[in-house]
């Protein structure tokens, strides 16, 4: 595997979207033509070279690649937009969408990252040592399609809005989130070892959501359902189960309705 | 104005019989000249192809429903945006493309007319607004008059000219086109949370049913001499089995004859037919119906359809059968916005995904083709994707590939999940027609302007007809190699020009033109029970004052063109 590092060197005046800085449009080139690759700094399109220095070169494929982005990114969106292969390690705080519609390879985020990260994934790994923002694994506004397959983990905390309309794969939060999490979900995990606030799996029709910690406000739409013994990461232990949420449509399954699952650490 | 000559190009113009011939087209000041001078611009057609530019005869392009699948589809627009780009503004929306992006995008694959399929009345202004932002294209709108109360009134006892009287009006305080029906009485059903799924369901309260409305709608627009016929979307859309209902809709037409002057045959045009071509009993029995609608209408002359060709996207369903679309949130589970339009119509819309995995779109998608290949008469038969209920327009040069080659639609029949389905429950696998340039002339140019009464206008190629104008990069001398070529060369023209002005310059728009607000002016004799009964409906029910209801004025209708018709004489 080849790495390719990026130095932030000139910050940009307004934000970078910068939807190239994947290992997919890395691959096959030298640091000069990566340097030459398009970005837009609001609404000018310039080239990535203006704002990053370049060393090392890409591999042959993106499964090959590894980028290291280094400096100040805040500013900066869309660091591994739609990656299908290889790696990258940002080693700052970062802004919206990263890994958005990712399908392979892995990120590995060392500060925190702002919303929308990994909107529409459909697989990969996505590993945020700091917090993440609102809507991490969601859909696009307006869209149905949240995440479909991989797996993030967040070592801190992550806002409102995880896993709307998620379908597949597995969000594994070690800290706190905010409201809303996996509204309108048709399928995937999401586990929380921290606390977490109101309208949990809200309209949700499928799919699993495992608490550690405590719910603010329990979903109206969930409803009790005994006491289950659960493996989560190779320990056992006992589970509050509730299925929900019985305000929306739900499908059937050998002739059985399938229900959202709610567990909550007892 | 400047004076043009497109050179040497195969020329394919039904108006005049032109079938291929390599011929110059000159033009002068806005129109088709027989010969201009010789310092006119020269434009080399050698081994391209040559038509008038393109009529669209239905599609949902301006207006509040288009606006509202754009305003609650966001996503639409996610990897579609183009930025300014010369004389182009920026555009996105792939379904529901932004009113700028429209025009370039019908201008570039040589569209030069279009007509917004669903008016609702009320608002008109709405719809003249997306309209005038629409670059190039000459547009109408057709105002929706099948679930209308004064209509429902009138008709039930059939009283033929007060409802005459009251389309005159309608259609000049709306700068309307022509008589639009959605549903009828079904879509006023709906607001009792009911519906008309056959010809004689009757509609609530008002005691008539859509037969009824739909001949009485007949003989109102026949008494006035519209430029085009009555135009329909029948009852019982999109359910398996509704070709019975749609062959009911047909013989309503039956002994009825066509009076205008704009050279006009048909009394009724089906609209989107695929969509009202569906055999079986359920989902899992579905088949087409296309042999049993295209057999009626080869015998019955005085009816042109188009077909609603389904293009296999991911699109957006909007139409004015408000409870059609609340049937079809109920099938995929995908959000769905609906209003009543009072006194007059409602909407719904509902994002759809034509899936080539799932058998019934497949067979869609060949039903579609099938009546047009079935079709024994093409100026009667107009290719349309009921944009974007079928799929984006912005695929016409993919469903003509489909119509012209064989070896496309084989390639397409071999890449769908259930193969055999498509094969066992249509006839698409055993139709060898392949649709010449000459015929899908007819479908595209010649034929949907005459139903449109714009037959001696556009369409055409004859001197004195508007200088709409395409050439495509297609030479129809050399084999065709590959299926993918004809996409490719009717996706974006080498030049178009639009009532004389080059709009299109090898795929690029290099003006937008003299865009146009096609309307019809209808003249009648004095009624003033119809005055009274408008007077009276605006002071009892509506909730905006008849004094703010026309559209009127430069700012929505800056350059109208109206068609003049004078029923006072009857
Ligand atoms: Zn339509």
């Known amino acids: ?50 704002y990053f220095e370049i060393n090392g070169g890409a591999g042959a494929t993106a499964a090959d690649t ?70 991490l694994g969601a859909a696009y506004r307006g869209d149905w399609r949240g995440m479909s397959g991989g797996k993030i983990l967040v070592k801190g905390n992550a806002g409102s809005d995880v896993g709307m309309y998620m379908t597949g794969g597995e969000i594994v939060i070690n800290g706190n989130v905010d409201v809303h999490l996996m509204t309108h979900a048709e399928g995937g995990k999401t586990i929380v070892k921290g606390n977490t606030q109101s309208k949990l799996g809200g309209q949700m029709v499928d799919g699993t959501i495992i608490i550690y910690g405590s719910i603010e406000t ?3 739409g969930f409803k009790p359902n005994g006491e289950v013994e659960l493996e989560v990461d190779g320990v056992k232990g006992k589970f509050a189960h509730f299925i929900g949420d019985m305000g929306e449509r739900h499908k059937k399954k050998k002739g059985a309705v399938v229900y959202a699952n709610l567990y909550k650490k007892i | 104005m400047s004076e043009y000559i497109i050179k040497n190009g195969n020329v ?59 305003i609650y589809r966001p996503e639409d627009k996610l990897f579609s945006c183009t930025p300014t780009k010369g004389m182009e503004r920026m555009g996105g929306g792939a379904s529901i493309p932004t009113t700028f992006k429209t025009g370039y995008e019908y201008a570039k694959m040589g569209y030069t007319t279009a007509m917004e399929a669903a008016m609702p009345p009320m608002f008109a202004k709405h719809v003249h607004e997306e309209i005038r932002d629409t670059p190039i294209i000459d547009e109408g709108a057709f105002p929706v008059f099948g679930n209308n109360w004064f209509v429902l009134e009138y008709l039930k006892n059939h009283e033929i000219e007060n409802t005459a009287a009251y389309i005159a009006w309608m259609l000049r305080v709306t700068k309307g086109y022509a008589v639009k029906v959605v549903n009828p009485g079904g879509t006023e059903a709906w607001a009792w949370g009911l519906n008309c799924l056959s010809v004689n369901d009757p509609v609530p309260y008002f005691d008539i049913t859509p037969a009824e409305i739909v001949k009485g709608l007949i003989e109102a627009n026949e008494y006035l001499g519209l430029p085009h016929s009555m135009h329909i979307h029948p009852n019982n859309l999109g359910n398996p089995g509704c070709y019975q209902t749609t062959l009911d809709t047909l013989r309503l037409a039956e002994g009825m004859k066509a009076n205008n002057k704009f050279g006009r045959e048909s009394v009724m045009h089906l609209t989107h037919s695929q969509f009202h071509a569906y055999k079986g009993t359920n989902w899992g029995d579905f088949e087409s119906g296309a042999k049993e609608i295209t057999d009626y209408v080869n015998k019955n002359k005085n009816i042109t359809i188009d077909t609603g060709n389904v293009t296999l996207d991911e699109t957006t369903t909007m139409t004015a059968d408000g409870p059609f679309e609340h049937h079809l949130t109920g099938l995929n589970n995908l959000k769905w916005a609906n209003c009543d339009v009072e006194l007059e119509t409602a909407a719904g819309v509902v994002p759809y995904i034509y899936s080539p995995n799932i058998s019934v779109c497949a067979i869609q998608w060949a039903i579609g083709l099938e009546i047009p290949l079935m079709m024994k008469d093409p100026m009667r038969c107009y290719i349309t994707t009921d944009h974007p209920n079928a799929g984006p327009f912005t695929r016409y040069p993919r469903v003509i590939k489909w119509l012209m080659s064989t070896k496309a639609r084989e390639t397409q029949i071999n ?36 139903s449109l009464g714009l037959g001696g206008m556009c369409g055409g190629l004859k001197p004195g007809m508007d200088a709409d104008v395409a050439v495509y990069n297609f030479n129809p001398d050399k084999p065709v190699a590959d299926p993918e070529d004809i996409e490719k060369a009717f996706s974006r023209c080498a030049a178009v020009f639009k009532s004389g002005v080059q709009v299109v310059s090898n795929g690029e728009i290099v003006s937008t033109g003299n865009k146009r607000t096609l309307w019809v002016n209808a003249k009648v004799n004095d009624n003033p029970q119809v005055m009274r009964d408008i007077n009276e409906k605006f002071l009892k029910y509506y909730s905006i004052t008849q004094a703010n209801y026309e559209a009127l004025g430069h700012h929505f209708v800056p350059n109208p063109y109206a068609l003049e018709v004078d029923a006072t004489h009857v």
């Open chain 2, 12 to 70: 394919f113009d039904p108006v005049q019989g032109i079938k291929g011939d390599k011929k110059d087209i000159a033009i002068k000041d806005g129109k088709i000249v027989d010969k201009v001078g010789s310092g006119a611009k020269v434009i080399d057609a050698s081994g391209k192809t040559v038509m008038a530019g393109a009529v669209e005869i239905h599609a949902h392009i301006a207006g509040p429903k288009v606006n509202l699948g754009r």
């Open chain 1, 218 to 220: 329990m979903t109206p």
């Open chain 1, 1 to 50: 595997m080849e790495t390719v590092t990026i130095t932030m060197k000139n910050l940009p005046a307004l934000y970078l979207e910068a939807d190239t800085i994947t290992p997919d449009s890395f691959a096959g080139k030298t640091a000069a033509q990566i340097a030459e690759l398009p970005v837009y700094e609001g609404n000018v399109a310039t080239t990535l070279g203006k």
């Open chain 2, 415 to 450: 890449a769908f999940k259930h193969k055999d389905k498509v094969l066992s429950q249509t006839s698409i696998g055993s139709l060898d027609k392949e649709l010449s340039l000459y015929e899908l002339a007819q479908m595209t140019r010649a034929g949907p302007a005459k």
């Open chain 1, 66 to 135: 590894k980028i290291i982005v280094k400096g100040d990114v805040r500013k900066v969106k869309y660091l591994g937009f739609k990656m299908s292969a290889g790696e990258m390690v940002i080693e700052g705080s970062t802004d919206l969408y990263v890994g958005a519609w990712m399908t392979g390879g892995k990120i590995l985020a060392k500060g925190n990252v702002e919303g929308f990260a990994a909107t529409a994934m459909k697989g990969g790994e996505l590993t945020i040592e700091g917090n993440a923002g609102n809507y």
